[in-house]
């Protein structure tokens, strides 16, 4: 009996379908490292870790590809000193930047954050025009104006990781408070990243119960000012070094959201043209993010001290980035 084997037809390929999301993460510090683990933990795409510093990236990356087949990662790491090894990523993350050494005033952190940024956004935005950015160097909402103002692109399109960092750190102190799971805490950080920040007390909830109703005022207080100098209390205790496991993995929450066209609403640093009474500069507020970056803001209804404070933390904002620019510029 002869069996007659159909000739096999030619498979039809959707490009769009199998296309692996690239993610490039520039700066193989503590922050970029940890977010390049976090991205590929979480299976949302092949990651490209950059740096100037020659060895450290391709070591870097050596490692977690050799963790891989303990771990199931889906994805691969790339790691290198060149920018072409970039080219087409659909989201790329900044972390690169010094934090303030002794001897350093805030004049000279802010000229050399902001030329890296600059020189950054130089070499990256050429291989990848259509990319979306997220800054993570600090001052952030400074830092992301300029890479902003040097690219051409789209606002949306150039966004600031702070306030889900921010607000992961109130929903975190809220939770050993009252000793429940900080799943269950909801809260959102508005305005700048920095002493100025502005936690909404009205809009923090437990399982829906305001937060009001189950802690007294001070001590809503007392957690509120541990918020605003969380990174400060993490860099007492390191003496050598601030957070990087929190703020990574904020940072990839938020390349989720994009990546996998979440329509999320979190806290990021946008450009405003006008919401909550703010125009030209970028400051924490609540977004939906999804495949079009930073889609829209969400305007909240703020209680009067809330939008007190928060024009207070746009004032700084704006008083930084004005000194930013004219450093830059002279």
């Known amino acids: 009996m002869v069996v007659a084997i159909p000739s096999p037809r030619k498979a039809v ?25 976090c991205l590929l933990a979480q299976n949302l795409g092949h990651v490209v870790l950059l740096d100037i510093v020659e060895g450290r990236p391709q070591g870097l990356a050596l490692d977690m590809a050799e963790a891989r087949p303990l771990e199931g990662y889906s994805y691969s790491i790339t790691g290198t000193n060149d920018y072409p090894d970039t080219a087409n990523s659909q989201v790329i993350v900044i972390t690169a930047g010094l934090p303030r050494k002794p001897g350093m005033s805030r004049d000279d952190l802010l000229k050399v954050n902001g030329g890296i940024i600059l020189d950054v956004m130089s070499q990256a935005l050429p291989h990848s025009p259509d990319a979306h950015f997220i800054l993570v160097t600090n001052p952030l909402d400074v ?26 750190r109130f929903r975190t102190f809220i ?9 269950d805490v909801s809260t959102m950080v508005l305005g700048g990243h920095g ?10 909830t437990v399982s829906g119960i305001p937060l009001t109703e189950l802690m007294p005022l001070n001590k809503v207080q007392q957690l509120v000012d541990r918020t ?3 990174g400060a209390e993490i860099v007492n205790h390191l003496k050598t070094g601030g957070a990087f496991y929190a703020p990574a993995a904020a940072t990839a929450t938020m390349v989720a959201a994009i990546l996998q066209n979440q329509s999320a609403i979190l806290p990021v640093s946008a450009y405003l043209e006008g919401q909550y009474g703010l125009k030209d500069i970028y400051l924490g507020v609540p977004c939906r993010l999804d495949h079009n970056g930073a889609a829209s803001i969400m305007e909240l209804s703020l209680t009067n001290d809330e939008q007190a404070a928060l024009q207070t933390s746009a004032a700084s904002v704006q008083q930084t980035l004005q000194k930013a620019l004219s450093l830059l510029t002279s």
């Open 195 to 204: 002493d100025l920040m502005v936690p909404l007390i009205s809009y923090t």
């Open 13 to 37: 390929v959707n490009k769009a379908a199998i296309a692996i999301p690239k993610i490039t993460v520039i700066g193989a510090g503590n922050v970029g490292a940890s977010l390049a683990r």
């Open 228 to 230: 605003r100098h969380g």
């Open 143 to 168: 830092m992301t104006y300029l890479a902003w103002q040097t690219s051409g692109l789209p606002p949306r399109q150039v966004i600031g990781q702070a306030g889900v960092l921010d607000s992961a």
């Open 175 to 183: 939770a050993q408070e009252l000793e429940v799971p900080p799943q």
